[in-house]
């Protein structure tokens, strides 16, 4: 009887973290196709710009508008190049490694990055914060900018999510690209 208590407890907590795993998958998607969207707004500007040059006339807020796209486009696609393990390696040396010692560094890399992207997050937060404080707005449109930080921070914190994932489950990858 309590191998089925037991059984049906943890039932909960399986629906919980399928529902945790689904809604991160929708979240990075969501960015994913922000970072497209970004993409597609640097190049349109761009083009745009290029094109109006020929009849001497500027976009203005050409270049804001394209570095924060650039901002936004590299914060965003962060979460789901960790989640489809799309990062470079280098295999050769961890290769030569045994399995235990692939373990310890692969384990050791991932806790690192873990800190390294907590520490991200929180600076980008006061980083924003000091932005916004300042009343820091972009050179020629003059567009607050303290939110791209705020960005930048929910895609480190969704790095660590995706980490701490492959840590959990050593091997997958937490969406398939």
């Known amino acids: 009887m309590s191998d089925q208590s037991s059984s049906s407890a943890s039932r909960p907590a399986a629906i919980w973290i399928d529902r945790y795993h689904q809604a991160l998958r929708a979240l990075i998607g969501f960015l994913g196709l922000l970072a497209g969207l970004g993409l597609?707004?640097?190049?349109?500007?761009?083009?745009?710009?290029?094109?109006?040059?020929?009849?001497?006339?500027?976009?203005?807020?050409?270049?804001?508008?394209?570095s924060i796209?650039?901002?936004?486009?590299?914060?965003?696609?962060?979460?789901?190049?960790?989640?489809?393990?799309?990062?470079?390696?280098?295999?050769?040396?961890?290769?030569?490694?045994?399995?235990?010692?692939r373990i310890v560094v692969d384990t050791g890399m991932r806790l690192m990055v873990i800190a390294l992207f907590v520490l991200l997050a929180w600076q980008s937060i006061r980083y924003g914060n000091s932005l916004r404080n300042s009343g820091t707005v972009s050179m020629t449109i003059q567009m607050p900018i303290f939110w791209v930080p705020y960005v930048l921070s929910i895609s480190c914190v969704l790095v660590v999510l995706v980490k701490v994932y492959h840590l959990t489950h050593p091997g997958r990858t937490f969406i398939k690209p």
């Not at 745009?48 to 807020?61: A, N, P, Q, Y």
């Open 69 to 101: 796209a650039a901002a936004l486009t590299v914060a965003a696609a962060l979460p789901y190049t960790t989640a489809i393990k799309g990062h470079v390696a280098i295999e050769y040396f961890f290769q030569r490694l045994g399995r235990r010692g």
């Open 40 to 66: 597609l707004t640097m190049v349109s500007v761009t083009s745009l710009d290029v094109v109006l040059r020929l009849f001497r006339i500027s976009l203005k807020g050409a270049y804001d508008i394209t």
